[in-house]
């Protein structure tokens, strides 16, 4: 174990001894960068950074479930994972796929994407939306919001 790993261990075991619910997290096995986790007389604040959104949930329906937690505040962000190089394809029967500014069918259509068109993830934002870059249906580069329904991995 080098020097950088016994002070990581130290700080863990010294936020666990203030906070608990730290401890119960770790345990509950959520993979969360630099996570911190804050108990003001039950209200929550779990700060870091993930790869894959779907985790926030979770978080929410675990620290809610523990019994000295009345309101949890998530503020764990979601990392920029276009560095990893991971290909997606646009897998809709006939269609173009709408590239919106947020994680809704209510929100603004930025763009389009042609089927079986190649895109580069960006961010896994939960597991109904992901947040994808290309080249959309005009030759132009687009990035947003796109249902995890009509793409497939490459």
């Known amino acids: 174990m080098g020097l950088f790993d016994a002070f990581k261990k130290k700080v863990e075991e010294k936020s666990e001894e203030i906070n608990p619910l730290y401890g119960a997290m770790q345990n509950a096995g959520f993979n969360i960068h630099n996570m911190q986790v804050q108990n ?3 209200n929550v604040t779990v700060t ?36 990893q190089g991971i290909k997606c394809k646009v897998a809709t029967k006939s269609s173009n ?16 994407f042609a089927k079986d068109s190649e ?7 939960n597991s109904s939306w992901n ?19 009509y793409m497939e991995m490459v």
């Open 119 to 125: 895109l580069l993830l960006v961010k896994r934002v």
């Open 40 to 42: 003001n007389g039950g």
């Open 48 to 83: 870091g950074s993930v790869e894959d959104g779907a985790i926030l949930e979770k978080v929410n329906a675990f620290l809610s479930s523990q019994p000295s937690v009345s309101n949890v505040f998530n503020n764990i962000e979601v990392a920029d994972i276009s560095s």
């Open 97 to 112: 796929l709408n590239v919106r500014a947020g994680a809704s069918t209510e929100d603004e259509i930025v763009g389009k």
């Open 131 to 149: 947040i994808v870059r290309g080249t959309g249906i005009d030759g132009n580069p687009v990035e947003g919001y796109c249902h995890t329904d």
